[in-house]
């Protein structure tokens, strides 16, 4: 199962930038997604995660308030918002999807719990 990412880019810190992954319909309707983010030798984090039917979000403790995830099930796409962004924000984003059931209101936070991964896009933060 392939999951497309875009929206990575280089931007200046205080800028804002849109991440999208888009999924095959029969794996993303029965599935919560979720944001990882992985910076040079440090581990892969947890971002945020939305449930199947986008009605609950979760989101790491560290990435309140600047991170917004949201998904659109007409679309077959999941997008997490960045604002406010900062050097230390520089990483490697990766989206995941871990199929359930389509009535699922469960989010996966942990890394191991997720079936299928994109690819990566790149997000590089200036100061």
């Known amino acids: 199962v392939q999951l497309v990412e875009a929206g990575g880019g280089s931007v200046q810190a205080g800028g804002s930038l849109r991440l999208s992954c888009a999924a095959p319909n029969s794996t993303f309707s029965r599935s919560a997604m979720g944001w990882f983010r992985q910076a040079p030798g440090k581990e892969r984090e947890f971002i945020a995660g939305?449930?199947?039917?986008?009605?609950?979000?979760s989101y790491a403790d560290s990435m309140k308030g600047r991170f917004t995830i949201s998904r659109d099930n007409a679309k077959n796409t999941v997008y997490l918002q960045i604002d406010s962004l900062e050097p230390e924000d520089t990483a490697v984003y990766y989206c995941?999807?871990?199929?359930?059931?389509?009535?699922?209101?469960?989010?996966?936070?942990?890394?191991?719990?997720?079936?299928?991964w994109g690819q990566g896009t790149q997000v590089t933060v200036s100061s």
């Open positions: 995941a999807a871990d199929v359930l059931f389509s009535t699922s209101i469960y989010i996966p936070e942990a890394a191991f719990e997720y079936d299928y």
């Open positions: 939305i449930s199947v039917s986008g009605e609950r979000t």
